[in-house]
């Protein structure tokens, strides 16, 4: 899967060259954020990091990070895949303990849903035009 992300991203620049890098490193660096952020949240709560848990992190990051991939600055994407991270994983743990609803595969509308969108809001918040890109 993280693999595979590199397509979202990398055909939605429609360009190539440094725009294409920039949305390469910051995909890489979205999916570490998310899983560190994810991985200590998780730790913080329950104190049993495991497997599932990482790679939930990983979709975490990887979504909050598709629709700015392009167009947000390294540091700027470490905060949006951070923050997307802990908040999806807040999601997910109130969900679970309040709803006595089992986890679903990766937690899907957590993940997707709720990192997304914070994404998407991210996207006009850190935008920028620095790699020649305009709006």
Known sequence: MWLGWFGPNGGATIASGQVIAVAFTNRQLAACAGVLSWMFALYVFTESPDILSLCSGLVCGLASITSEASYASHWAVLVI????????????????????????????????????????????LFAITEYGLTF
Do not use: P, Q
């Open 81 to 124: 895949a951070a923050i997307g991270g802990v908040l999806t994983y807040i999601y997910s743990h109130h969900k679970t303990l309040h709803f006595k609803e089992n986890r679903d595969c990766l937690d899907i509308y957590a993940c997707h849903g709720i990192g997304g969108a914070r994404g998407g809001i991210a996207t006009g």
